[in-house]
């Protein structure tokens, strides 16, 4: 039985096949923030952006924590 793949790869492998690795981080360069500050700001003013976007700022959030807690 083949193991079973955790969350942010699989999530990475939808990303790549959709082709919208980086988006989100592009996004955040053109607003002249880093991909935390631009998610945290997206999250606390959801009414201003689509609901894509709000995804991809939730999906960065979680995946700069994951990586924090993993370094620890």
Not at 10 to 33: L, Y
């Amino acid at each position: 039985m083949a193991k079973k793949k955790k969350w942010m790869q699989k999530a990475a492998t939808k990303m790549k096949k959709k082709g919208t690795v980086g988006s989100f981080s592009a996004k955040a360069k053109r607003a002249g923030k880093s991909t935390l500050a631009y998610a945290n700001y997206v999250l606390a003013h959801k009414g201003q952006f689509s609901a894509a976007t709000i995804k991809q700022a939730n999906f960065a959030r979680n995946a700069i924590k994951s990586r924090r807690k993993k370094k620890k």
